[in-house]
């Protein structure tokens, strides 16, 4: 009988963040994966790199998105309100043919 949705801590030797709960079909492969990694890493044979993106339009896109302060994508709503105060014209009328 589980509680809490079926699902099964970690070992204690993660950080301790407190406890990650994963899923507990998954739990077995996690921690076969787990050991195969650490007993690669003893022998020195795990030197898989990990690619700093895994599609390449995916990354085009995101280099191409207006962002904001700090680097956040700014959403369609913000933008459109950017655009919007960038294109209207200065306050105090913004035309000088109306001295005569």
């Known amino acids: 009988q589980?509680?809490?949705?079926?699902?099964?801590?970690?070992?204690?030797d993660v950080p301790d963040d407190g406890p990650i709960y994963v899923?507990?079909?998954?739990?077995?492969?996690?921690l076969?994966?787990?050991q195969t990694r650490a007993k690669l890493?003893?022998?020195?044979?795990l030197v898989k790199t990990r690619k700093p993106y895994l599609h390449e339009s995916r990354h085009q896109h995101a280099l191409n998105r207006v962002r904001g302060?700090?680097?956040r994508f700014?959403?369609?709503k913000?933008?459109?309100k950017e655009e919007a105060s960038s294109s209207a014209p200065p306050?105090?009328?913004g035309s000088s043919s109306s001295d005569s």
């Open 2 to 12: 589980m509680m809490g949705g079926g699902r099964v801590p970690l070992p204690a």
């Open 23 to 30: 899923n507990a079909k998954q739990y077995h492969g996690i």
């Open 32 to 34: 076969r994966r787990r």
């Open 41 to 45: 890493e003893a022998q020195n044979k």
């Open 69 to 71: 302060t700090g680097g």
């Open 74 to 76: 700014l959403s369609t």
């Open 78 to 80: 913000k933008q459109q």
């Open 91 to 93: 306050p105090g009328g």
